[in-house]
């Protein structure tokens, strides 16, 4: 199974660029991992907020396909603690799934056609984070529930 982390826009600030790094390449280890950056929309005076919303769903549209299951990362979704997410992802590793894609969207969340096509969703916290943040500790909980699949110490460390 490869893990997809999919954003919107490129990751703006340097610190998060280079936790982002330190830990996809200490993923490289455990599974096939790629983090693949969609168009970011710069939301102008002429466009509401609902159609950026629209329009980033334009953008997510190739994704929702057969071979590619899906997960938002919302602030609605399902929160787990580290061991409860390394379980899941185990679960998804055995159902035998070709991509498992988290999808972190654009500042204003998603639209409403990706909520009814896009069922499972995870929250990371019920805090709101910035979306720099949220990749960083999204790659950080990744790489922790992989060691915590293999007994490594990284979780207690």
């Known amino acids: 199974m490869k893990v997809i ?46 159609e950026q919303k629209q329009r980033e769903a334009a953008l997510l549209e190739p994704w929702i ?13 399902r929160e787990y603690t ?10 998804k590793m055995n159902a035998g799934l070709r991509n498992l894609v988290f999808v972190c969207g654009g500042p204003y969340g998603f639209d409403a056609s990706v909520y009814k096509r896009v069922p499972e969703r995870l929250s990371l916290s019920k805090m709101t984070f910035s979306h720099q943040m949220v990749r960083v500790f999204f790659v950080e909980q990744l790489y922790r529930a992989m060691t915590i699949l293999r007994g490594e110490p990284y979780h207690h460390s």
């Open 5 to 50: 982390l999919l954003l919107s826009g490129k990751t703006g600030e340097d610190y998060a660029r280079k936790a982002i790094k330190l830990f996809e390449e200490r993923l490289k280890h455990y599974l096939a991992f790629e983090i693949v950056y969609l168009p970011e929309l710069k939301r102008s005076g002429k466009i509401s907020e609902q």
């Open 82 to 91: 580290s061991e409860a997410f390394a379980a899941y992802l185990q679960k």
């Open 65 to 77: 396909k057969p071979e590619n299951t899906l997960v938002l990362l919302d602030e609605r979704g």
